[in-house]
């Protein structure tokens, strides 16, 4: 009896695996058959009123890249407060608390807050709408990859550089910094390649746009709103081109995770 | 340098109190109107956008908010307020005929849709993720394991709009095959939620199995125990904290999922008879109502951004609080 | 037929790795009598112990070669543990040799639970037989006055060395012919030690006892029967006072006389 519950439950875990993996798979291998099929060099080099996805993607790389660029060394700081200067206090578990807070925050929510705080008051979706959606997004999970990383720095590293006189200053930047520095980096790429897959705080603080723009005071280019008004057109060849971004942009994501899995490997070694 | 350096950390951490409150500030403020005019009474009427004329019979009208007020004992004061709201408006409405109408807003079917749809992806996803869980780490050998982690990781980073997109060309067509009704409903919109958070949450739960001690399986085994026995008895005690926190976790992202909804919940006011009929989620209503939203609508949206804020809000406090338990 | 188990030219080798971790290494276990287990660290006492309930076996792959014999319950004759294969053989093995391993390691329930485990999983559910058992384990493990009040608390609430006792009581509990212990006091802080010492000591009335130590007067003070390993075999095996006294292999002397290791 024993034995046959055993093999019942060994039976039921395997096969609850394949049939994970099974949805999981038929989605990549969609994907890909999808996307694939309307893979052309047109796609980079002509923009979305022309039937390509260049502006859209150049778009969304720059919204994510600068919230990230903007969001780096606000997270970084906030994370080194933490772990550097807050000590056990009451007041670093409440700020800790605060951006798991934000961390779980429905991005839906993040992008109507937006909205009420610049694109009603200017009158229009704009670049810059996305990218603070994109930035509020991103800060909590840096925090929280600071602070996990410093706190592996082992506490006798920041006492051999005070005992030598160095500043406090001095001893974060430059030792403990340096220390994690991989763990900091491969967070941030994978922070990066959360936001750049971000549609529902994008969809009215940027908006998307079917021409190229760099301008992020105007409504601008985004490739993950792109996708979902692709996608629900009933135009055959816009729900191709929708399938073509959808796996462009899920290429993307994955390339860059693997760049940071694979970084982070390196250093552990 | 020193002193500007600790500002600065300071200024950041700060800045996270800021945004924060900030939110929740301006979610008020912009949902304010809608919150005077509707009160808590919002969230137990079903019907949206509906114009209701008044003056075809004064109480019928008022009949409905008292019943709606027996819904809610709680907010009996706001409803009076409403009530108030009523009467004033009714009174300006006998000046003019035309306008004597005026739109009804209630949140109940997206809350009702995202509950649900939240429901039924846990319903699905919690014993799939946690064989998986359990496979990886306590049946398949390290050569396998490995490379399915891997992979469990990866697809947990794929955007959500993928699996939206999945949902209504392919999943939403093979499910109303097998159960009938649409391609769009609340069953599929709950189903590819849950496909969504399985590799989320079998990452997860795989983590906090493996913090259960190699000697304390092998002593459970030395003593006769079956895998099963083993897996029920002391991993998943050792590692409950763990594995309920990863479902926590999992329920809240389902919870604010937009766009895996989006596409294959239907997006319409009504509540379902059957799973397979289309329904609404707040994020979804959110996603679709905003731009041609003015004045009180937009008002109504600023309110349900504020109810859905505030329920992730609730399942991250009872998720940190199991998380904490286990320090 | 004193002899509760035997160990024959057993060669093991670990999945995957290149050279064996024991060669030929042959181990009586006396009824009745403590043997113990010394050598450097990495020369195979785990190794060789854990081969003797096959624990080993929850990972696949490993390869054994050689006779592993175990006193039949009816005493009439030796089976071969290398030849077990089913499932519900290899539970019938683990409940007759026992496993103390290197830190207490208390099941996630309450004391009372952790010892009554063994027996429930083996299908004893009258309150009353489970009740009566885990009292006498716990005084056979000497730890019933300690926790006779708090049976219903969790097991983690325990210190280190009662935790170990509880182990040991949880073996027991299960009345298996041989107990194997993998330096069950390393963790554990001298007083706790000494308990531990005096109740394996006890314990050698109804139980055949086979301890891996690094401690030399652990292995002194409380065992009938020495081997000595080194690099995977077996240099040396006898009487623990003709191995500490006057041991017949240099490699002992100087490992005993603490030249190396
Ligand atoms: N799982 C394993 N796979 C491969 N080789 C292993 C494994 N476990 C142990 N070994 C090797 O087998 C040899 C014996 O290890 P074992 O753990 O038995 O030593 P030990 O005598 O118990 O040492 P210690 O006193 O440190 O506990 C070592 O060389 C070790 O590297
Ligand atoms: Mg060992």
New interface residues.
């Given amino acids: 009896m024993r034995l046959i519950m055993n093999r019942l439950f060994i039976i039921f875990s395997t096969l609850a695996a394949v049939v994970g993996l099974f949805f999981l798979g038929w989605i990549l291998y969609t994907l890909c058959a999808k996307g694939l099929a309307g893979l052309s060099l047109q796609v980079f080099t002509h923009d979305l009123i022309d039937g390509g996805l260049r502006n859209v993607i150049v778009g969304q790389l720059i919204m994510s890249g600068v919230a990230t660029i903007i969001g780096i060394p606000v997270g970084m700081m906030a994370g080194i407060y933490l772990q550097e200067y807050g000590g056990n206090s009451k007041l670093t578990e409440f700020i800790r608390d605060l951006s798991d807070v934000m961390m779980s925050a429905p991005s839906i929510v993040v992008g109507t807050f937006v909205y009420a705080i610049i694109v009603i008051p200017t009158g229009h979706t704009s670049g810059w709408a996305g990218v603070l959606a994109l930035f509020i997004l991103m800060v909590p999970i840096i925090v929280r990859t600071t602070d996990d990383m410093l706190k592996l720095v082992p506490i006798e590293l920041r006492e051999a550089g005070m005992a030598i006189g160095a500043s406090k200053y001095h001893v974060t930047m430059n030792i403990v910094i340096r220390y994690a520095r991989e763990g900091i980096m491969t967070g941030i790429l994978l922070a990066f390649a959360r936001v750049v897959g971000e549609t529902a705080p994008l969809l009215y603080t940027s908006g998307s746009s079917e021409f190229w723009s760099t301008d992020l005071t105007s409504t601008f280019p985004s490739l993950t709103v792109s996708i979902y008004n692709l996608a629900t057109m009933p135009d055959e060849e816009m729900v191709q081109l929708g399938w073509t971004g959808a796996f462009l942009l899920t290429a993307m994501v994955l390339i860059i995770n693997l760049i940071g899995r694979y970084a982070n490997n390196k250093q552990r070694r | 340098m020193e002193l500007i350096f600790k500002k600065l950390a300071q200024i950041s951490a700060s800045l996270l109190f800021v945004i924060l409150a900030a939110t929740t500030i301006v979610l008020y403020l912009s949902a304010k109107p809608a919150i005077q005019e509707f009160g808590a009474g919002f969230l137990f009427e079903s019907r949206w956008g509906v114009e209701e004329t008044k003056n075809v019979s004064e109480v019928v009208p008022n009949q409905e908010l008292v019943v709606d007020g027996e819904d809610a004992d709680d907010f009996m004061e706001d409803e009076d307020d409403f009530i108030d709201d009523e009467d004033f408006v009714t009174d300006d409405d006998t000046e003019s005929e035309t306008n004597d109408s005026e739109i009804i807003y209630g949140a109940l079917v997206p809350i009702i849709g995202t509950i649900f749809s939240t429901l039924i992806a846990m319903l699905f996803s919690i014993p799939i993720a946690m064989g998986i869980a359990v496979f990886l780490s306590e049946i398949a050998s390290a050569t396998l394991a490995k490379p399915i982690s891997i992979a469990i990781e990866l697809l947990a980073s794929i955007p959500s709009i993928i699996y939206g997109m999945w949902g209504l060309f392919y999943f939403g067509p093979f499910i109303a095959d097998i159960f009938g009704g649409n391609t769009v409903s609340l069953l599929v919109a709950g189903l590819v939620l849950g496909v969504m958070v399985i590799p989320f949450m079998a990452a997860l739960s795989r983590d906090a199995i493996g913090t259960v001690p190699d000697m304390l399986k092998e002593s459970a085994y030395a003593m006769g125990a079956t895998k099963l026995e083993v897996i029920k008895d002391v991993v998943f005690p050792y590692a409950k904290s763990g594995i309920i926190g990863s479902i926590i976790l999992s329920f809240g992202r389902a919870l604010g999922e937009t766009m895996a909804v989006a596409f294959v919940i239907g997006g319409v006011y009504q509540f379902v008879g059957k799973v397979t009929d289309p329904t609404n989620s707040i994020p979804v209503v959110l996603a679709n109502s905003f731009a041609e939203s003015s004045g009180l609508s937009l008002s109504v949206l600023f309110y349900l951004a504020l109810v859905l804020f505030v329920m992730s809000f609730m399942v991250i406090v009872v998720a940190k609080h199991y998380l904490l338990r286990r320090k | 037929m004193k002899n509760m188990m035997d160990v024959q030219d057993l060669t093991f080798t670990y999945s995957g790795a290149p050279a064996p971790s024991l060669q030929n290494i042959s181990l009586p276990v006396e009824k009745n009598k403590v043997t113990a287990l010394i050598g450097p660290s990495g020369c195979g006492k785990s190794t060789l112990l854990r081969a003797m309930?096959r624990?080993h076996d929850?990972y696949?792959g490993h390869q054994y070669d050689g006779v592993i014999n175990l006193l039949d319950s009816d005493k009439k004759g030796y089976t071969d543990i290398l030849t077990l294969k089913s499932?519900?053989e290899m539970?019938?093995l683990?409940?007759r040799v026992?496993?103390i391993?290197?830190?207490p390691?208390p099941?996630?329930?309450t004391i009372f639970e952790n010892i009554a485990?063994?027996l429930r999983?083996?299908g004893v559910k009258k309150r009353a037989a489970l009740q009566d058992v885990v009292e006498q384990s716990l005084h056979d493990a000497a730890l019933w006055n300690e926790v006779k009040d708090r049976l219903n608390d969790d097991a983690r609430g325990l210190s280190g060395g009662q935790q170990q006792r509880l182990?040991i009581a949880?073996?027991i509990a299960?009345k298996p012919e041989v107990i194997l212990f993998d330096e069950p006091t390393s963790a554990l802080d001298p007083i706790s030690t000494l308990a531990i010492e005096e109740m394996i000591s006890e314990l050698r009335e109804k139980y055949s006892i086979c301890i891996v130590t690094h401690n030399m007067q652990q292995a002194a003070r409380i065992s009938d029967y020495t081997g000595f390993m080194y690099l995977g075999e077996m240099i040396e095996y006898g009487q623990t006072d003709n191995i500490f006294m006057k041991p017949s292999k240099k490699q002992t002397e100087d490992y005993i006389s603490g030249r190396f290791g």
Avoid: D, H, V, W
């Fill in positions: 309930n624990i929850l696949p499932e519900a539970i019938r683990r409940q026992g496993m391993f290197q830190k390691t099941f996630p329930m485990y063994g999983l083996s182990c949880r073996a299960l």
